[in-house]
């Protein structure tokens, strides 16, 4: 059985740092996609980051150049490095994966952790 719990959200200043941490149970998968969503009051849910099992990353125009996804050599833990946060990064993060192969953006998403709250105040 498949099972993602995400980890590491919290309170931060506009400017500051976190990092997300997702340990997947389950996947045994050799070509995936994994990635990053998140909702923030009143929006709907976007990807913001993405790693396919090719190492390819790819990010909303809205994190690029302050976000980063990367895994552990065990694949087994998926990872999301915020920096210069602002208040608009505030909301709901989850980690997801796809057993799907190709552009990580456009394909679905089959399985969900729970999510951690990102709340970044001015």
């Known amino acids: 059985q498949v099972q993602l719990v995400e980890s590491g959200g919290g309170s931060v200043q506009a400017g500051g740092s976190l990092r997300l941490y997702c340990t997947i149970y389950g996947y045994t998968y050799s070509s995936y996609c994994m990635g990053w969503f998140r909702q923030g009051p009143g929006k709907e849910r976007e990807g913001v980051a993405y790693?396919?099992?090719?190492?390819?990353?790819s990010y909303a125009d809205s994190v690029k150049g302050r976000f980063s996804i990367f895994q552990d050599n065990a694949e087994i833990n998926l990872y999301l490095q915020m920096n210069s946060l602002k208040p608009d990064d505030t909301g709901m993060y989850y980690c997801?994966?796809?057993?799907?192969?190709?552009?990580?953006?456009?394909?679905?998403?089959?399985?969900w952790g729970q999510g951690t709250q990102v709340t970044v105040s001015s």
């Open positions: 790693i396919g099992s090719n190492g390819i990353t």
């Open positions: 997801a994966a796809s057993t799907h192969v190709g552009n990580c953006p456009a394909l679905p998403f089959g399985y």
